[in-house]
Nanobody, 114 residues
Framework: QVQLVESGGGLVQPGGSLRLSCAAS????????MAWYRQAPGKQRELVAA???????NYADSVKGRFTISRDNRKKTVSLQMNSLKPEDTAVYYC????????WGQGTQVTVSS
């Protein structure tokens, strides 16, 4: 049974920072590409950042230079450091693991508002 559990969401003022974490109960975690997606109300889910098994990363243009994705294969976790947050970053953020199959967490709410 694969489980992805996100944590770290919350309310933050514009310009602030949050760090999201995803704990994975998954065999062979290191071979999975891990990613963060987000979905704002009325919008489609979109890729925010991804990190491959080899450590290569890619980011949505809207978050480049502000967000950093990282992984710890020993702890089976993936994190998303979010700096200089903007109101348009408000969304539910989902952890994703993919290899031959894809798995999703339940999501964590991030709200950027003054």
């Amino acid at each position: 049974q694969v489980q992805l559990v996100e944590s770290g969401g919350g309310l933050v003022q514009p310009g602030g920072s949050l760090r999201l974490s995803c704990a994975a109960s998954i065999s062979f975690f290191s071979i999975y590409t891990m990613a963060w997606y987000r979905q704002a109300p009325g919008k489609q889910r979109e890729l925010v950042a991804a990190i491959t098994s080899g450590g290569s990363t890619n980011y949505a243009d809207s978050v480049k230079g502000r967000f950093t994705i990282s992984r710890d294969n020993r702890k089976k976790t993936v994190s998303l450091q979010m700096n200089s947050l903007k109101p348009e970053d408000t969304a539910v953020y989902y952890c994703n693991a993919r290899n031959t199959n894809a798995y999703w967490g339940q999501g964590t709410q991030v709200t950027v508002s003054s």
